[in-house]
């Protein structure tokens, strides 16, 4: 398969709003089930060799550990126990609703008891409707479902290559159920002091000044999957650095700048992952040198931070 597989949005439209939904109401259950985390990382997807993972949770709330798990090659949701008991049921032919009676009787079935305080989509268009009454969102289609994987796991490649090559605070490169988005995040210890009126979750997500990048599917704001990085807080004059390779902009974004390589462009490149990685390079350079980060401190060549180990005479 190509390095970088065609994903255009209004081919699998309908499944990405399916399964978006799919993937918060999993998500918003690990979020209640799981140990809370600096910037919400405990709340992220992480991959594995047949989809996407909640990760070990339970224990501390009186739950037994238990695991959600989507498989996007058998097209099932796993709901697993330490003990060895699962779970599981197939995910062709689920609405929202139905999706949520099916992984409710799962969890009840492994003796696990999870209570949503908000049970309705987040930061979406319906988000006024409970995960239980959405008969709308009904379609999953396997084969783009196989791709939104295969696309996920190609680039989260890309980014494990790219944040070896920082020292410093970094999260993990994990998958948001927020935005349906994936992403690398590097942080100052800067503090940031939000206004009073901002929202809980963005007051924890952006405490600390970062320097943030990833990939997403596009939407309604951004009708294409594209590669991006953001700056925040965002110093002055961001948008006058200069972005590489050639297709990559600065975009206004939500009242900000969004450096931007469409992943059409990517593909179209003689070197796709060189081109993404180039990219990556050139938006935190010009983030870090506008915000005044010691780059040269926190550069870690190779993911080596000895600069013994850097000489070919110790090899």
């Given at each position: 398969m190509e390095p970088f597989p065609p994903i255009p949005l209004a081919e699998w439209r309908d499944t990405k709003e399916t399964l978006h939904r799919f993937t918060q109401l999993v998500g918003k259950i690990r979020l209640a089930a799981s140990v809370r985390r600096n910037h919400w990382w405990n709340v992220t997807f992480h991959l594995t060799g047949r989809g996407i993972t909640t990760r070990p949770m339970g224990q501390v709330d009186g739950n037994p550990v238990f695991t959600i798990d989507f498989d996007f090659v058998d097209h099932r949701l796993v709901v697993a126990r330490l003990d060895g008991r699962s779970v599981s049921f197939p995910l062709v032919g689920q609405s929202v609703a139905s999706f949520h009676r099916e992984t409710f009787a799962a969890l009840a079935a492994l003796g696990v008891s999870v209570d949503l305080p908000v049970p309705r989509p987040y930061d979406l268009?319906?988000?006024?409707?409970?995960?239980?009454?959405?008969?709308?969102?009904?379609?999953?289609?396997?084969?783009?479902?196989?791709?939104?994987?295969?696309?996920?796991?190609?680039?989260?490649?890309?980014?494990?290559?790219?944040?070896?090559?920082?020292?410093?605070?970094?999260?993990?490169?994990?998958?948001?159920?927020?935005?349906?988005?994936?992403?690398?995040?590097?942080?100052?210890?800067?503090?940031?002091?939000?206004?009073?009126?901002?929202?809980p979750v963005t007051r924890e997500a952006y405490s600390r000044e970062l320097i943030s990048f990833g990939f997403w599917f596009g939407d309604a704001t951004f009708g294409e999957p594209a590669f991006y990085s953001y700056t925040a807080p965002e110093p002055p004059a961001l948008a006058e650095e200069p972005l590489t390779p050639e297709p990559a902009r600065w975009i206004a974004y939500h009242g900000s700048h969004l450096a931007v390589l469409p992943y059409a462009a990517a593909r179209a490149a003689s070197d796709p992952r060189a081109a993404v990685l180039g990219f990556y390079e050139s938006a935190y350079r010009a983030g870090a040198a506008r915000a005044g980060w010691d780059t040269d401190g926190l550069d870690c060549p190779g993911g080596i931070t000895d600069p013994r180990l850097l000489s070919p005479h110790d090899a």
């Open positions: 268009p319906d988000t006024a409707r409970p995960f239980a009454e959405d008969t709308e969102h009904a379609v999953y289609d396997p084969v783009h479902a196989n791709r939104y994987w295969q696309v996920l796991s190609r680039v989260a490649l890309v980014l494990e290559e790219f944040a070896a090559g920082f020292s410093g605070k970094a999260s993990p490169v994990h998958h948001f159920w927020h935005s349906l988005d994936i992403a690398h995040t590097r942080f100052s210890e800067r503090h940031i002091d939000q206004p009073a009126d901002v929202d």
